[in-house]
Nanobody, 124 residues
Framework: QVQLVESGGGLVQAGGSLRLSCAAS????????VGWFRRAPGKEREFVAR????????YYADSVKGRFTISRDNTKNMVYLQMNTLKPEDTAVYYC?????????????????WGQGTQVTVSS
């Protein structure tokens, strides 16, 4: 069983930065790929970023590519999302997730465990 707890959300002005953290209980290092999703008000949950088990392969949504960076520290069972040059359209609840499957990395259905989410609000 894996439990995920996000932190680091908050209110930031457009152009600013935030770093989200996801603490995992249980061993995710060798067993799970990790990802970040977000849900904006009135919208469907959408894929943001994904990282392989080793941390060597990353995937990003086009909307965040070049601005966001996903990383992990397997020794600490931590996953991070560094968000730079934030825009008002990045406002959403951000979720950390863990997946045991390699395919369809952008599909929420492929993720086995989810955190409770952390709110990110970007003001214009």
């Amino acid at each position: 069983q894996v439990q995920l707890v996000e932190s680091g959300g908050g209110l930031v002005q457009a152009g600013g930065s935030l770093r989200l953290s996801c603490a995992a209980s249980g061993r995710i290092a060798s067993n799970y790929r990790v990802g970040w999703f977000r849900r904006a008000p009135g919208k469907e949950r959408e894929f943001v970023a994904r990282l392989s088990r080793s941390g060597g392969t990353t995937y990003y949504a086009d909307s965040v590519k070049g601005r966001f960076t996903i990383s992990r520290d397997n020794t600490k069972n931590m996953v991070y999302l560094q968000m730079n040059t934030l825009k008002p359209e990045d406002t959403a609840v951000y979720y950390c997730a863990a997946s045991s499957t390699i395919s369809q990395y952008g599909s929420a259905a492929r993720y086995d465990y989810w955190g409770q989410g952390t709110q990110v609000t970007v003001s214009s």
